[in-house]
Structure formats: structure tokens, C-alpha cells
């Protein structure tokens, strides 16, 4: 991701987005990682926390997501209340929904689109599936945006 960042999202030749997919049967405490991340999100630090959480798996418990909250610098108490509330669950739910539709059954997973002339949908054009070297995206990429001149 880095290397993508720096070649394709600073130079303003892609932009990049995520959506959740937390995979619960394998990861039982994914979905509660996804809204962590959102919540963190609403204080400017969604990547942080994406980041930690992917390198702490193992500990995502309730009792361990405050921890993550301090390691990152979040507002504590703002962050439990949007655990507490729930704040992001149905957003969660819908990413799951809409990767479902679009054909996700594992993590990660890439689609690499071009947004129509109105700006309000994504027509797929690549698609890499599984941890890929950066010489896949790359290949992928620079074929989208030679498609698009």
C-alpha cells in the first residue's frame, strides 16, 4: 500500500477506497474491528487504527480495542460511545451486503474501476483477489489508466 500511495493516490492518478468485509466465521471479532475503525475514523484516524488492528489480529477483544483506542490517540470516552452506540454497524452491514453482491468471498479483495461520466457509479475493469505483489497492481493499474487516454 504504500508504494501504491505514493505512485498512483499522491500523484493524483487514482483514488483509493475501502469498504468493510469483516469475515466473522473466520475472525470472530472482525465485525466489532470494522466498526472500530470507523469509529476511530471519526476522529481522523481511521487509517491508524486499520493498520493496528491488521497487526494485532490476535487481540480484539473488548477488553483490547480500548488499548488500541490510547496506542492511536483517540478521545477514549468518544470512542466507546460509538462502539457503545453501535454507530457504524449498518454501514458495516451494508459494505458486507454490497460485497456479497459484487462477488467478495474473501479478503482482501481489489476492484480496480473507472467512476461514469455522472460521477455516481464504478464500472469494474480488473479485479485482484488475495495478497498480490505491488507488480500486479501495477500492471493492472497503468492498463486502466492507458484504457482511459
Known sequence: MPRIEQDYVKTGKIRYTVREFPLEQIHPQAFRAAEA????????????MHVRLFEHQKALGAAELPWHARAVGLDEAAFARCLQEGRHADLVRADLAEGVKAGVRGTPMFFIGVVDDAGTAVKVARTLRGAVPYASFQAALDAVLAELK
Open 37 to 48: 475503525a470507523l469509529c476511530a475514523g471519526d476522529q481522523g484516524r481511521y487509517w491508524e
